[in-house]
């Protein structure tokens, strides 16, 4: 029986933490076991990436109690700033890297030195989306041949009816300003003169200070009751507005793919995002090159609203937009595609 390690972040499976990392190691450790391997799950407290020595203490022991030779995967959050623990068992123990968000890039200084040494003792890199694997690529020099592409799969999902108008506006993020929340507030209060409604669903936890300005920005601008912002949710009521939502908006500032993207059109629904990062990759296009969404310049509330009006105001660009995410709906992968090349990757790693 093929044996792997994953090493994580403790909390992957608390709802109160939702994100997209915590979701992807869910899953491939789930459909790996499902495939046969042996997986042993090794969670670590702390405030990763920004962990204190007892949180590296905690880690240092998960990792020393591992077999020699054994393969290890260890989730990028954590990875990335434990140089100290990981480097000296670069030899002993076949380490594979898991790269959610590269880090050096916003970070710099100590953590792009840890992340280096990391990724460069590594015997695999992996990454969500081909952009990802480009910055590492630029951000360390590591060969090209180390790194692979491993995108998120997603469900099988009903598809959304839609209404005529197009007004129902979704956002499914954790609410904080680097998901865009404050330019979604700021395009939307330059339409309300428009028929819309915006419900924004994600955890209202992460930056409360940041959550009561945007709720005052909402009011001062007059949206009312039209935004909601409604907290995190559970798999059954985020399906539910999935089915009842006309568009996915996403103006995150930065995201190395998108996998909130990828679901929107899983049920079939368009998306006006941002174009930063592997959000592109995410959206795709349909076999004609049609997008099935609009991409935006990022940190623009003026483009964003300059988007979401063309969208309300154009049934020609609704329907062209809805067949577009209809086709590319039958062109997404699965997760057991995405953990089967992990798996594949784990598994030359062991030779």
């Not at 592997?278 to 004609?288: H, I, K, T």
């Amino acid at each position: 029986m093929r044996r792997l390690h994953v090493v994580v972040p403790e909390g992957i499976d608390d709802p109160r933490r939702p994100s997209g990392g915590n979701a992807y190691d869910r899953r491939v450790c789930r459909e790996l076991g499902a495939m046969g391997w042996a997986v042993s799950v090794h969670p670590v407290a702390g405030d990763w990436p920004f962990a204190a020595a007892p949180a590296c203490a905690a880690l240092a022991a998960e990792v020393g109690a591992i077999p020699d030779g054994d393969v290890v995967l260890v989730d990028g959050l954590v990875a990335s700033a434990a140089a100290a623990v990981l480097t000296p068992h670069a030899k002993r123990l076949r380490q594979v890297v898991l790269v959610h968000m590269p880090l050096g890039d916003d970070h710099g200084g100590e953590i792009r030195q840890s992340e280096s040494a990391v990724l460069s003792g590594a015997v695999s890199v992996i990454v969500t989306s081909e952009w990802s694997r480009g910055l590492l690529l630029r951000l360390y020099g590591l060969p090209d041949g180390r790194i692979h592409v491993a995108v998120p799969g997603v469900d099988a999902a009903r598809l959304a009816p839609g209404t005529a108008e197009g007004g129902e506006l979704l956002c499914v993020a954790t609410v904080t300003q680097g998901k865009g929340h404050d330019l979604l507030v700021g395009a939307l209060g330059s339409l309300t003169d428009a028929a819309w409604r915006c419900r924004c669903v994600g955890s209202l936890e992460r930056d409360p200070a940041f959550v009561q300005r945007l709720r005052r920005e909402a009011d001062r601008s007059g949206l009312g009751e039209r935004v909601a912002f409604t907290g995190a949710c559970s798999d059954a009521e985020l399906e539910r507005l999935f089915l009842s939502a006309d568009v996915l908006v996403h103006p995150s500032r930065s995201e190395t793919y998108g996998m909130v993207v990828a679901e929107a059109l899983a049920h079939g629904l368009p998306v006006i995002a941002a174009e930063v990062g592997g959000v592109p990759e995410a959206l795709g296009r349909d076999r004609s090159g049609v997008a099935p969404g609009l991409l935006v310049a990022p940190d623009s509330a003026e483009a964003l609203a300059g988007a979401l009006r063309a969208w309300l105001g154009d049934a020609g660009l609704r329907r062209r937009l809805r067949a577009a995410a209809l086709e590319r709906r039958g062109t997404l992968g699965s997760w057991r595609g995405t953990a089967a090349l992990v798996g594949d990757v784990c598994e030359a790693a062991a030779r």
